[in-house]
């Protein structure tokens, strides 16, 4: 093992593992175990560097680790810091969470407040592309090469591929965006797999996610946004009908995370091993509790962060109506890295009002609206405070904590 694995992993105990390295364990599905040299050459990206670039043994992650913090600060760490010239192959299933693209808005890709009472926290990865919803039913992979080599289609290929030839999953193919789909029928097709990209000096990755058992009435309920009338600045997701491995699963063997795992760690060998020259893959269990990493764990705690989950939103408008007590309201707004930079409000008064008590309102709500400039869109924290000696009136207090109630719940 590298000086590098025995600092931040251990070599895999885990029953797939076991299987996979020693074949100790009759398997439930065969799998084809090498290819000519020529066909390896062409299962690997095709770019004006592949024929100049000499490839390190390729390495496969496998964390047992289901914290989507931990994880994705690890697969960011594991793309700076491995050789330049080594495949990687990252593995990991993460517990229920919502799961953002680095440039969207997390308003219009979901309702934040009805995930954090329904316990899913929400989650912004450092890689562009769409919202998913993860479970113990999705298993996820990252594939990361040298930069020169890398190529969108490639590691959504190598999926696929694994998926048909190792799954029986015949229908199992790519789509014009890049994603692992399911063929249903001529024209049809659902989505098990979205794509998601990463480039830096060196390095590059194509990672996803893969539906295998997950819970889409669950992944529907997350992925619902209360905001329809935002307008953003951010990356949109790109909706498309979904369903898991195990509907078009020809066996009566369910897949479960272990063989989907197999399979495609078996395909990146066939893919990138070379046992005649000594680059034999190598295969890693990653624990949190392992590791030590300063980096690893700053990472954690930046993912973690309001400045990233929210704070790093493009700027976005967002129109809202309601009635309340005092009359019905509307309301318009601007947002900068989720801090309100301008807000209105327009009263529409009850019935058999004063021209006088409406104008007064009207006014207090004008205020109210000046004092919650630069505070946080939804949460508004700090937002009940003092508007002035005018507005000291208890009258007024209630009436402010109202409004800011239910913006709270709207946005």
């Not at 105990?13 to 009759?26: C, E, V």
């Not at 704070?311 to 309100?340: V, Y």
Request: glycine share 6%.
């Amino acid at each position: 093992m590298s000086a590098l694995s025995q600092a931040i992993c251990r070599p895999c105990s885990s029953r797939f593992a076991a299987s996979f390295l020693h074949q100790s364990q009759p398997l439930t599905r065969s799998f084809s175990t090498s290819l000519s040299r020529k066909e390896q050459k062409a299962a690997q990206p095709q770019t004006p560097a592949t024929d100049s670039i000499e490839l390190g043994a390729p390495v496969t992650y496998i964390s047992e680790s289901h914290d989507p913090w931990f994880n994705l600060s690890y697969e960011d760490w594991l793309m700076r810091n491995t050789p330049h010239n080594q495949p990687v192959l990252f593995l990991y299933r993460n517990f229920p969470c919502v799961v953002i693209g680095r440039n969207q808005n997390p308003w219009k890709e979901s309702t934040p407040h009805k995930l954090r009472e329904a316990g899913i926290p929400l989650v912004r990865r450092r890689s562009g592309g769409g919202t998913v919803f993860h479970d113990m039913g999705n298993t996820n992979f990252s594939i990361i090469l040298p930069r020169l080599l890398f190529t969108r289609s490639h590691g959504a290929e190598l999926v696929s591929r694994a998926i048909r030839e190792q799954l029986a999953i015949k229908e199992c193919t790519v789509n014009e965006r890049n994603d692992v789909i399911i063929r249903d029928g001529q024209k049809e097709y659902k989505m098990i797999s979205g794509s998601a990209y990463k480039i830096i000096q060196h390095r590059a990755y194509h990672h996803g996610t893969m539906l295998i058992s997950s819970s889409l009435t669950e992944l529907g309920k997350s992925l619902k946004s209360n905001s329809p009338n935002m307008q953003t600045k951010s990356i949109l997701s790109h909706r498309s009908p979904v369903t898991t491995l195990n509907h078009y699963n020809p066996s009566s063997t369910p897949i479960h995370h272990d063989d989907f795992v197999h399979a495609v760690t078996s395909e990146f060998s066939k893919v990138y091993s070379d046992p005649t020259h000594s680059k034999k893959m190598e295969t890693n269990e990653v624990n949190s509790d392992w590791i030590k990493e300063p980096k690893v764990w700053k990472g954690v705690e930046e993912l973690k962060s309001w400045e990233w989950q929210y704070g790093q939103t493009p700027e976005f408008s967002n129109e809202l109506e309601g009635k309340l007590s005092f009359g019905d309201l509307s309301t318009s707004l601007t947002a900068r890295h989720a801090l309100i930079t301008s807000i209105t409000f327009h009263l529409t008064p009850s019935l058999h009002e004063s021209t006088e008590e409406t104008s007064q309102k009207q006014a207090f709500l004008d205020s109210l609206a000046l004092s919650l400039v630069g505070h946080r869109y939804e949460s508004l924290d700090g937002a009940e405070g003092a508007l002035g000696h005018e507005w000291e009136d208890e009258k007024w207090r209630e009436m402010g904590n109202e409004v800011i109630g239910w913006l709270r719940r709207v946005m």
